[in-house]
C-alpha cells in the first residue's frame, strides 16, 4: 500500500488538503496528515482541522509522495520550514514523487525541483521563476513532479495522484463512486 505524506500549515487551504486527504483515503493509500506544529490547524477560512501527528513524528517514516495543500499563508509556511525542504530534496533525490496544488507549487521552486520542469499553480506564484515552463492545465506531471491550479482543480489533482500511486483501475473506481458527471 502506498504512504503519502500530507503537512498541513496555518493557513492552508481547506479544500485541497480535505480533497486530497479524503481521495487518497478512498483508494484505500495510506495517508498520513502532519501538522508543523502540535494541535489543530487553522486553514484559510477558519477551519479546524486535527493532524494525526506532528511533523518531526511524521519524518520517523518513510514515504512515497509527499503532497502539499496550497492556500495562503499556509504555503508560505511550508516554504519557510526547512524540514518540508529538506525531505523535498530527500525525497527528489532518492527519485519519489512530489506534488502540490495552488500556491505550494512555489515551495518545490524553492526546494529546486521544478527547474527545467513543466509545472502549474495558482496564477502568479510561478511567473517569474527561472527554468519553469508554465501551463494553464489543471494538473500537470513532469516526471515524478505534479503540481496543479487551485481549489477548483483540487479534486483532478488527488485522482491523478490516486492514478500514479495505485493505477487507472484504482482512480477509475474512485471517481465512479465520486458521481462527478
Sequence with gaps: MPKVLV????????LEAVTIIDLLRRAGIEVTVAGLKPGIVKASRGVQLMPDMTL????????????????MPGAAHLKADARIIG???KMAAADQYTAAICAAPMVLAEAGLLNGKQATSFPGFLDELPGVTLSSAAVVQDGKVLTSRGPGTAMDFALALIDVLSGSDTRQQVEAALVRA
Design 56 to 71: 518531526d513524528d511524521a519524518l520517523q517514516t518513510s514515504y512515497d509522495m509527499l503532497v502539499l495543500p496550497g492556500g
Design 7 to 14: 503537512p498541513l500549515a496555518d493557513g492552508c487551504e481547506e
Design 87 to 89: 525531505l523535498l530534496k
